[in-house]
């Protein structure tokens, strides 16, 4: 048994004909030669191991088999279900990191939100909901009137760190309002 290799795979390596040629197989139809049972086992690979496998099977086509990046992106991307210009960066990635694994960044952005970091910011602004939100004889404060108010008054008047947004939008406003409590 060979560690990280299915079964199934292994089981197919170990009954070969010695008629068998890889390279003429390679060339008619790649991805029926590597073979279809292997997506679930494709689908089970953590991020780190799917990576590695894409960049394994670009060397293989094209140190052994002689194909360009192009052909080999589009086999690749075909067999993993991605795009080959995807499969293209990762390997730019890893040869310009020296062999590094490209960071997957997705979900690791820290939003800067001005009104939670700064107390006096997120006191004025709940002062303001709380005058302007329910007066009787006029109409009930929107986050489109509130967004208005921070635009105008709140940011520009604050001293907030640098990068903060100096502007919001009506969404970010909504945000705003519901992280404290409205």
């Given at each position: 048994?060979?560690?990280?290799?299915?079964?199934?795979v292994e089981s197919d390596l170990s009954t070969s004909d010695s008629d068998f040629d890889p390279t003429e197989a390679l060339k008619s139809d790649p991805v029926a030669m590597m073979?279809?049972?292997?997506?679930?086992?494709?689908?089970?690979?953590?991020?780190?191991?799917?990576?590695?496998?894409?960049?394994?099977?670009?060397?293989?086509?094209?140190?052994?088999?002689?194909?360009?990046?192009?052909?080999a992106a589009k086999i690749i991307g075909k067999y993993l279900c991605k795009n080959p210009k995807t499969i293209e960066k990762w390997r730019v990635d890893f040869l310009k990191s020296?062999?590094?694994?490209?960071?997957?960044?997705?979900?690791?952005?820290?939003?800067?939100?001005?009104?939670?970091?700064?107390?006096?910011?997120?006191?004025?602004?709940?002062?303001?909901?709380?005058?302007?939100?329910?007066?009787?004889?006029?109409?009930?404060?929107?986050?489109?009137?509130?967004?208005?108010?921070?635009?105008?008054?709140?940011?520009?008047?604050?001293?907030?760190?640098?990068?903060?947004?100096?502007?919001?939008?009506?969404?970010?406003?909504?945000?705003?309002?519901?992280?404290?409590?409205?």
């Open positions: 048994m060979v560690p990280g290799v299915p079964p199934q073979g279809e049972f292997c997506s679930d086992w494709i689908a089970s690979l953590s991020r780190e191991d799917f990576y590695s496998l894409s960049l394994l099977l670009f060397q293989v086509l094209q140190q052994d088999f002689l194909l360009l990046v192009g052909p020296e062999g590094e694994l490209p960071e997957y960044l997705r979900g690791r952005y820290e939003r800067m939100n001005a009104i939670s970091n700064n107390e006096e910011l997120t006191d004025q602004a709940k002062l303001y909901v709380r005058e302007n939100s329910f007066r009787k004889g006029t109409p009930n404060m929107t986050a489109r009137s509130f967004c208005t108010w921070v635009n105008d008054e709140l940011l520009p008047n604050s001293t907030i760190e640098p990068g903060a947004p100096r502007k919001i939008t009506v969404e970010v406003g909504r945000k705003w309002l519901h992280s404290m409590g409205f």
